[in-house]
């Protein structure tokens, strides 16, 4: 069975700018989180989707916003990037909430 | 104060050896343990997971969870150059991972 896939794997943005990151979870998974890892904060709660609807969400700013899809796809956006935003995001899936949850390699964001 | 922590590390041993990677939680509710491990510029790979007191065995690997105490191991028995890597570990009260920051392991031939 295929693993987490996300695209694209790396990227480099400016200041002001906004992005879109987008994770394909394994067959038959219906939950997708996503994380934002820094070096100084570690691996970071973003939200949480299931079944097209944002369940949870962690202690970031509006500007973090995300979707999922009928088929448990999911994206992620992030607008008026900021120099802080330098980090990387990861999403994982698990057939629930709340169950083992199996990650992607990530997306590593750059903002200049 | 961090709902869990994780000695950082940098933490080197020789090949051969037992390394022991620990972690504390303030938590109570806290029900679901993991341990994961995550190569350089990789997603973190689920290792161990548990969901009692006690041990749970695979492998070179031994996860050791306390609930009274708050308190989470990973021993990894003969270690490996391949298991140079940072060691997350990882706490579930529902829907979100409350992960520590990693240890750094480093083994050398």
Same mark, same amino acid.
């Given at each position: 069975k295929a693993g987490v896939t996300q695209t694209p794997r790396y990227l480099i943005k400016t200041r /002001?700018? =906004?992005?879109?990151? #987008?994770? +394909?979870?394994?067959?038959?998974?219906?939950?997708?989180?996503?994380?934002?890892?820094?070096?100084?904060?570690?691996?970071?709660?973003?939200?949480?989707?299931?079944?097209?609807?944002?369940?949870?969400?962690?202690?970031?700013?509006?500007?973090?916003? /995300?979707? =999922?899809?009928?088929? #448990?796809? +999911?994206?992620?956006?992030?607008?008026?990037l900021e120099l802080g935003d330098s980090a990387l995001y990861l999403c994982a899936s698990s057939l629930e909430a709340g169950e083992t949850q199996y990650f992607g390699p990530g997306t590593r964001l750059l903002v200049l | 104060q961090k709902e869990v922590e994780q000695d950082p590390g940098p933490l080197s041993v020789p090949e051969g050896a037992i390394v022991s990677?620990?972690?504390?939680?303030?938590?109570?509710?806290?029900?679901?343990?993991?341990?994961?491990?995550?190569?350089?510029?990789?997603?973190?790979?689920?290792?161990?997971?548990?969901?009692?007191?006690?041990?749970?065995?695979?492998?070179?690997?031994?996860?050791q969870v306390d609930k009274s105490s708050k308190y989470i191991s990973l021993f990894i028995r003969d270690s490996q150059p391949s298991d140079s890597a940072t060691y997350l570990c990882a706490m579930n009260s529902g829907y979100a991972l409350n992960f520590g920051k990693g240890t750094s392991l480093l083994v050398t031939p």
């Open positions: /002001g700018q =906004q992005v879109t990151l #987008s994770c +394909s979870p394994i067959s038959g998974h219906r939950s997708v989180s996503w994380y934002q890892q820094t070096p100084g904060q570690g691996l970071q709660f973003l939200f949480e989707y299931f079944s097209e609807t944002q369940r949870n969400k962690g202690n970031f700013p509006g500007r973090f916003s /995300g979707r =999922q899809f009928s088929n #448990s796809r +999911s994206e992620m956006n992030v607008s008026t | 990677l620990n972690c504390t939680y303030s938590n109570s509710a806290f029900q679901y343990f993991m341990w994961y491990r995550q190569y350089s510029r990789k997603g973190p790979e689920l290792l161990m997971y548990t969901y009692s007191s006690g041990n749970k065995e695979d492998g070179r690997f031994t996860a």
